[in-house]
């Protein structure tokens, strides 16, 4: 279970961030130890034979290596066995370190591209969305919600603050037809997109039914681009998680995100979809492209 549920995610949160988990030790050893000795990644790649890309993401959390090369990094730094424990320990926790090393993954972000049947992604959700979907969760106390209410919108910062990311969501239509139970607030919910849509950071798309059967079907995926050029893929559904680093995997995910911006209504159509949802306060049948 993650540290931070994912946007769709039902499972008991922890949202200690004191707490030292062997994922967040590990990633705070190893900078210590390269820092410490003013050691770039590829230095350090020179001296212990390994790709300085994968060594960098081992030390963001972002992936796991082998136990030999971490066995090479221990005989490197004298450490004895202690980073190859912390990575034993820390792979026992899956689905947490997924989710942990994605929200590390969005907050240096150049871009985020995204994909969601449902729920609504999490960086468009508003308060009340938010804690109504949190709230669905048989085994979630009253506090465990509201702290991850409060994360969930504190994140959004990474749209509106300084040096925003390029935001570009792909929404689709089942996504906007699973209303709050409240009128009042579905409407401020569809309003607050529209909202968004205006941001010129930011590019929203209705994914209409007509559309058809597309590779993406029955998950969400996010593509997060960094300022070095490196990309990762994130997929999701309410208790599972897959953070995916290899390049031609996430290379084929954006081939897949790609046909459905092409799918998608452009832009406009898009924020004329959302209006007439709004004022309606349910959805509207988009126009037929076909």
Wanted: aromatic content about 6%; hydrophobic content about 35%; overall charge negative.
């Amino acid at each position: 279970m993650p540290d931070q549920p994912s946007d769709g995610d039902l499972t008991q949160p922890d949202n200690d961030e004191s707490r030292l988990t062997p994922l967040r030790a590990l990633m705070e050893k190893l900078e210590t130890l390269r820092t410490s000795r003013g050691m770039s990644f590829e230095e350090l790649g020179k001296k212990v034979g390994y790709d300085r890309s994968d060594l960098r993401k081992l030390e963001r959390g972002i992936k796991f290596l082998s136990p030999y090369i971490v066995g090479r990094l221990d005989a490197f730094y004298g450490t004895g066995d202690q980073l190859s424990v912390l990575h034993r320990l820390a792979k026992a926790e899956p689905v947490r370190n997924k989710y942990k090393a994605y929200v590390n993954l969005e907050r240096s972000a150049l871009s985020l591209h995204q994909y969601a049947t449902a729920p609504m992604p999490g960086l468009l959700q508003t308060e009340a969305y938010a804690r109504a979907l949190l709230r669905t969760a048989p085994s979630w106390g009253e506090r465990q919600s509201e702290e991850t209410v409060a994360e969930r919108l504190g994140r959004q910062e990474r749209l509106t603050g300084e040096s925003p990311a390029h935001y570009r969501a792909i929404l689709d239509e089942f996504c906007l037809t699973r209303r709050l139970g409240s009128p009042e607030e579905w409407r401020d919910q569809v309003a607050h997109l529209v909202d968004m849509a205006r941001l010129p950071n930011v590019t929203l798309q209705v994914l209409p039914f007509a559309s058809g059967m597309h590779d993406l079907t029955g998950g969400n995926l996010t593509l997060v681009s960094q300022p070095d050029g490196e990309s990762a893929a994130y997929q999701e559904s309410s208790h599972t998680a897959s953070l995916i680093t290899e390049p031609k995997s996430v290379a084929e995910l954006r081939l897949s995100y790609d046909a459905l911006r092409d799918a998608a209504l452009p832009p406009g159509e898009s924020v004329a979809y959302l209006q007439r949802a709004m004022e309606a306060s349910t959805t509207c049948t988009p126009p037929d492209r076909t």
